[in-house]
């Protein structure tokens, strides 16, 4: 055998390397979704068409709004879909009726005739905020500030659809276990994009392969019975200080504490 230079080797175990991270990444499908970000300022009065997932602040950039604001975009996401917005990056201090500065969101194109919106302000770290569900594929998000005001604001938007009796989600589509089908790239990349009481998603998310049984649901923003397929939803948290020097098993997802009242031990 020849010798070769250290550096050649070196480059040729750089590209091996290289090839292998590449192949596993294919094999285990992760390659993450961009997110991007829609910025209200720059898209004023704009009718916006929605991607699977992304963010809308500000704008694109900075998501630090200015006072005595006025101003609306349109979002639409494709026919016979629903847009999920998330709360989790909020502070728009609040004031009753949050009068002085808030995000409102409306169904359908706004129009001044439209009294029915739903008011968000407040800060999403000291207190959650909770989720928006459309009813349509149609929305229009508006900002308004009063003189002297600022803060910040960042929403998580996904766009997904309920299966009917009888079907499944779509080639290329994943099911959360709340029933809603998301595009299969959103699985697994860190975000939670099944609302605010369901990560599955981020585990037990199955594929248009899956074989679903139906069961009957209500859900709060139907006026008549939804039917979607059921699935095994085993969240399971485990506490240590009941298990000690135990075997146990694991659900789906779940936390690991130190009891059920909290992760603080005693001494």
């Not at 590449?22 to 829609?38: P, R, W």
């Not at 494709?78 to 500065?101: E, V, W, Y």
């Not at 392969?209 to 979607?228: A, F, G, K, L």
């Amino acid at each position: 055998d020849v010798d070769r230079p250290a550096a050649e080797n070196h480059d040729n175990m750089d590209s091996k390397l290289v090839f292998l991270l590449m192949f596993a990444a294919l094999h285990l499908g992760v390659f993450c979704y961009e997110y991007q970000t829609i910025g209200m300022e720059e898209n004023a009065g704009g009718r916006i068409t929605l991607k699977d997932a992304g963010y809308i602040s500000w704008t694109r950039y900075n998501n630090h709004y200015y006072d005595d604001q006025d101003l609306q975009v349109y979002v639409e996401a494709p026919a016979g879909k629903r847009i999920l917005l998330m709360f989790h990056d909020i502070n728009i201090i609040k004031t009753p009726s949050c009068r002085d500065q808030r995000l409102e969101i409306y169904e359908g194109i706004w129009n001044r005739s439209l009294s029915t919106a739903r008011f968000v302000c407040g800060t999403s770290d000291v207190r959650p905020i909770s989720d928006f569900v459309s009813t349509s594929n149609v929305i229009t998000i508006r900002f308004t500030s009063s003189t002297g005001s600022e803060g910040h604001f960042k929403v998580l938007y996904t766009v997904f659809h309920y299966p009917w009796d009888g079907s499944t989600c779509s080639a290329g589509e994943c099911m959360c276990a709340n029933g809603w089908c998301i595009d299969r790239s959103l699985q697994g990349d860190g975000v939670n994009n099944c609302g605010s009481t369901d990560v599955s998603d981020e585990s037990v998310c199955y594929d248009s392969s899956h074989v679903y049984t139906t069961q009957t649901t209500t859900y709060p923003i139907e006026t008549t019975y939804m039917v979607h397929p059921s699935f095994p939803v085993d969240y399971k948290d485990i506490y240590m200080n009941q298990h000690c020097g135990l075997n146990v098993d694991l659900g789906y997802s779940g936390y690991i504490q130190w009891d059920q009242y909290g992760s603080q031990w005693d001494q």
